[in-house]
């Protein structure tokens, strides 16, 4: 595929290198627009290096080739990262001012933009108002990361690691992308909850979390909006949704039927813990022989989604198993009122933390899918597939 890299003024420039790397090894080719300002903070040398092409930031270099409009047309997919304010704000207005914009203009591709700025600049109504008119345009605007900002300064406006970019832009970089979530507002939940014995103890489980950020990565990636409900989780967050950080159980329920209220679909990967201490203790719990727990159930949360799923939305509920298997599964879909469910065989706990899982997906009328052994990238892409078509 031939992708256009737009680079904009700003210093989070230097992660496009890392991420240009990423998109050449990938066996693309690329094409680095860099502004003016960009190139204060990356130079021609090192963009021409990296990517093998010619660069170039104004439209009356290579007059003859006509760039400012071919560019654009043979491009197959537009990556601006970092998009700073003020290209946001160009390309939201129409302007052409530059090689870069004038390309965002003939560009029939899909565009993607990861804004990179201080959070005031991000929370600003201008930008903001930039933001929803590109999107209403149909262009895929990143949420950007949460952290450290340039010097002292933390806070949403960070662009997000170039590893996590890339992994968002394989949806746009397969030979025949699925965008069928464009429009589409989604809620998954990852990770596992802890209920706290006292302040440094807790009940919790082996989930890392790393199916449920699949899903939400391949989430974004076909255009959802997505909001990912993380509880303790060992893995990268992804890049493009915006994410919501809980602990314990009560705090997924109340996080999860907020968020699902306004979804068109809602994925519950988390693995919320089943019990919780009555009364936890305020004070370090001291070694004093055996001790002895009193537990009360949590609050069901599949359940509770289920009861106030709206006509038209699609629920996706997780039973992970170590020996029920497809009975117990069949009967947890019809009784939290799920679409879908998602049998996972956790025996000997071999999926926690691996790269692979096993799952067999099933709807009302049977066996949608049956995946053994896959990347966990794959089931996320399974599960969509038949989300999409419960919601079409």
């Given at each position: 595929m031939n992708v256009v890299l737009g680079v904009s003024g700003g210093i989070a420039a230097y992660k496009a290198c890392i991420l240009l790397r990423l998109i050449k090894e990938s066996g693309h080719d690329v094409t680095v627009i860099p502004t003016a300002a960009a190139l204060n903070f990356v130079g021609e040398a090192t963009w021409e290096a990296l990517s093998g092409r010619p660069v170039a930031s104004g439209v009356f270099t290579d007059v003859s080739q006509v760039k400012h409009v071919r560019l654009g047309r043979e491009a197959d997919l537009v990556v601006v990262a970092p998009a700073t304010a003020d290209l946001l704000a160009r390309a939201a207005h129409g302007r052409a001012d530059d090689l870069l914009t004038s390309t965002l203009l003939?560009?029939?591709?899909?565009?993607?933009?990861?804004?990179a700025m201080h959070t005031e600049m991000w929370e600003h109504a201008a930008t903001r108002a930039n933001v929803a008119v590109l999107r209403e345009r149909g262009v895929h605007v990143v949420e950007p990361d949460s952290g450290r900002l340039t010097g002292a300064d933390t806070g949403p406006g960070r662009l997000p690691e170039p590893e996590s970019l890339f992994a968002l832009l394989k949806g746009f970089l397969s030979a025949s992308p699925a965008r069928d979530l464009v429009g589409r507002k989604v809620v998954v939940s990852?990770?596992?909850?802890?209920?706290?014995?006292?302040?440094?103890?807790?009940?919790?489980?082996?989930?890392?979390?790393?199916?449920?950020?699949?899903?939400?990565?391949?989430?974004?990636?076909r255009g959802a909006d997505v909001t990912l409900i993380a509880a303790h989780i060992d893995a990268a967050l992804p890049a493009g949704v915006r994410v919501e950080r809980v602990s314990t159980t009560a705090e997924l329920y109340d996080a999860t039927l907020k968020a699902a209220a306004e979804a068109d679909a809602a994925v519950l990967a988390a693995a919320p813990a089943d019990f919780t201490p009555k009364e936890p203790s305020d004070r370090k719990l001291k070694r004093k022989g055996d001790l002895e727990l009193s537990l009360s159930s949590t609050p069901d949360i599949a359940a509770a989604v289920g009861r106030a799923k709206r006509p038209g939305q699609v629920l996706v509920v997780f039973a992970a198993e170590t020996h029920d298997g497809p009975e117990h599964a069949r009967a947890k879909r019809a009784a939290k009122n799920a679409d879908l469910v998602v049998l996972n065989d956790v025996s000997g706990g071999a999926v926690f933390g691996s790269t692979e899982n096993s799952v067999t997906i099933f709807d009302e009328r049977g066996e949608v899918d049956a995946l053994a052994h896959t990347s966990k990238e794959s089931v996320a892409d399974a599960i969509w597939d038949a989300v999409s078509a419960a919601l079409a």
């Open positions: 003939t560009a029939t591709c899909p565009v993607v933009f990861a804004p990852a990770g596992g909850t802890r209920e706290p014995l006292d302040p440094v103890r807790f009940i919790g489980n082996h989930s890392s979390g790393r199916q449920g950020i699949a899903i939400a990565a391949a989430a974004a990636a």
